[in-house]
């Protein structure tokens, strides 16, 4: 038969980590208690190759709607919903594709993040963080996550924050893919599109974008709009 997952679940993450294998972590699922629905965040971390499933080491937390992304031989999982409630956490952790082994948390991201978008940059294990919904708004920061502490300003595996939207201008929920741009010679991620919702003040209305950023390691401070 199948395999199949041990829980039904949304908002989880599916990694392709080389040899026919798939991570799949997080996600929530569904549960009912005394007549109540709610979403409960899972901390599984699973193993899907040729129709079978294992059991990997469980996250140091739960998450769902978070970022799960390969770099180099490493697994990097961010962010997302954590404890059961609709609150983005910074924290983060790698796992090591080969083994499928939890190498346990790393420095956290510069702020909170669900929702976010992630891409790799180049080949030596860096990527790029962007934007992403807070309690609070939806952000206009990004990260620039460093494996091997190439050309960073932290000690790796570390994240730093670099330039990314203008001010009111934060997004969720859009694509960043790993391409050149047509003037970046440092490896590059196209960020595309996005929402941003309508701020708990409603001083700021909802809307969606069709401009296109890029972050290329030729200029590692800031994002460039392109489109």
């Not at 990997?56 to 709607?65: K, P, Q, V």
């Not at 919903?81 to 924290?91: E, H």
């Not at 939806?138 to 460093?146: E, G, K, L, M, P």
């Not at 391409?179 to 440092?186: E, F, L, M, N």
Request: charged share 20%.
């Amino acid at each position: 038969l199948p395999a199949v997952l041990s829980r039904s679940r949304v908002w989880h993450q599916a990694t392709a980590a080389g040899q026919g294998r798939v991570i799949i972590t997080g996600g929530s699922t569904l549960v009912e208690s005394a007549g109540r629905r709610s979403f409960l965040h899972l901390d599984l971390v699973e193993s899907f190759r040729e129709g079978r499933l294992t059991q990997l080491t469980a996250m140091g937390s739960e998450r769902s709607a978070h970022l799960a992304l390969r770099v180099g031989d490493r697994l990097l999982v961010a962010g997302g919903l954590v404890n059961g409630k609709l609150l983005p956490t910074a924290t983060a952790e790698l796992y090591d594709l080969s083994s499928g082994n939890s190498l346990g948390p790393i420095a956290n991201m510069s702020v909170p993040r669900t929702f976010a978008m992630a891409a790799p940059v180049g080949a030596g294990g860096d990527a790029l963080v962007a934007g992403g919904l807070w309690v609070k708004d939806v952000q206009v920061t990004s990260d620039r996550f460093c494996l091997q502490g190439n050309d960073c300003g932290c000690e790796a595996p570390c994240f730093e924050s670099v330039k990314a939207f203008p001010k009111g201008e934060g997004r969720n929920q859009g694509a960043a893919i790993s391409v050149h741009c047509a003037d970046g010679d440092g490896g590059a991620v196209y960020v595309i599109g996005g929402r941003h919702d309508a701020s708990l003040d409603k001083s700021v209305a909802a809307q969606s974008y069709a401009d296109v950023y890029c972050y290329d390691l030729s200029t590692p401070e800031a994002l460039r709009k392109v489109g």
